[in-house]
């Protein structure tokens, strides 16, 4: 079959699967790691770039060469995927719908301190709703273009303002380990721009219209861009940690509250307009997460139930209209609005924790499995660097789990 020509025009999935992976815990991550560690960590972002693109490469690899989702692999390697998928995904949505609609309010709430945190939580959430019930992939793709241009103004710019030490990051680039940064290291490369959202590349790619194995190659571009445009954004906050924080010993709280006091403190040394002009920037980093997460999550658990009802044809666009869809919809938005106002229960965040720490080297392993064998045309099967990227990224996600685990039995 012959392979279209990549064009720089038709990119779009990669749009949004950067918008979406890039959180606020992502830019948090690296500008807590610039703070503590200076530029000594900035091979570990190059890294983790690297082994996300080998994961979302081979993600829609899978969905344009067998011309089946993911779900319909995972079918074929036996029940016990299903029993693993369908807690974590419902359990995932009701914590992760509170911590998207709070992340968007955090910059808001700053920006208007007189209206309470909730009222711009809730506000979020029902607008992330909104926008996704209405509208189909197009209309996402277009809006995550535009928050992903306003993300790299405001994050961008402000490291370009700080006139980074382009000699002392060129020293990061050699992989070094500083004292206790261990498994900070490894969180920073399993965190750059990797969650649940990567499984949802395959499906973004089916929503723009590449169906088949003709498209791999402009796959394979547009997802090289998401992932060097996602490595721009955290090599910036890496560079405003080392530049602003390190610098001067300034340290920040882990968490989205560390963005609000970096906010704090770019009023305190560049004026309110620094300072207002990077809240929006925070505020568009967290909203395009949650968009993404209410359309493309959404999708994958449409076609998750689809699955088990033996609809395993259907088209994206039929998906975006189903029942499945928009109760899974519903499910991020409103019952996560109970750990908005009563707290989160730490026996839910345990289990979040490792049904979530699980995910990504399940993802790793099965693709590895799928992609291997007489389920793939052979043609498109794994050559020797893509089992290599799988491999690391497995082995890397399986160390993350363990320490997930761990740290929650042991409460380290």
Sequence with gaps: MEQRKPSWRLIGPGIVVAATGVGSGDLVASLVAGERFGYALLWAVVLGCI????????????????????????????????????????????????????????????????????????????????FVWFNRYPALERAMTVLIGVLFVTVVGLAIYLLPDLGEMATGLVPTAPPDSLFYTLGLIGGVGGTITMACYGFWVNAKGWRDSRW?????????????????????????????????????????????MLGEVLRDRFGTFVSVVFLIGFFAAAYSSLLGVWHGV?????????????????????????WEFRGYLLWLTFPPMLLLLL?????????????????????????????????????????????VGLTIAGGLFLVLCGNEIWSQITGA
């Excluded at 509170?98 to 009222?119: C, G, I, K, Y």
């Excluded at 088990?308 to 088209?315: H, M, Q, V």
């Design 343 to 387: 707290g989160k229960p730490i026996t839910l965040i345990i289990a979040y924790g490792v049904l979530g720490s699980a995910f990504m080297p399940f993802l790793a392993f099965t693709l590895m499995w799928l992609l291997n064998t007489g389920r793939t045309p052979r043609e498109w099967r794994n050559g020797i660097v893509s089992n």
């Design 51 to 130: 082994v996300k693109i080998a994961l979302a490469e081979a993600t829609g690899r899978w969905h344009l060469a067998s011309g089946r989702t993911i779900f319909d692999g995972w079918r074929s390697m036996g029940l016990w995927t299903f029993v693993f998928f369908g807690p974590y995904v419902v359990l995932w949505g009701f914590v992760y719908g509170a911590t998207a609609m709070s992340a968007s309010a955090l910059p808001l709430q700053a920006l208007f301190p007189a209206v309470p945190l909730w009222v711009f939580a809730v506000l979020a959430g029902i607008s992330g709703l909104g």
């Design 216 to 260: 791999i190659r402009m796959m394979r571009l547009d997802n090289r861009v998401a992932y060097i445009t996602t490595g721009v954004f955290v090599v910036a906050m890496l560079i405003v940690g080392a530049e602003l924080l390190h610098t001067a010993q300034i340290a920040l709280a882990e968490g989205d509250e560390g963005l609000l």
């Design 298 to 322: 959404s999708l994958m658990f449409a076609d998750f139930v689809g699955n088990i009802r033996g609809l395993t044809e259907r088209p994206v666009e039929e998906r975006e209209a189903s």
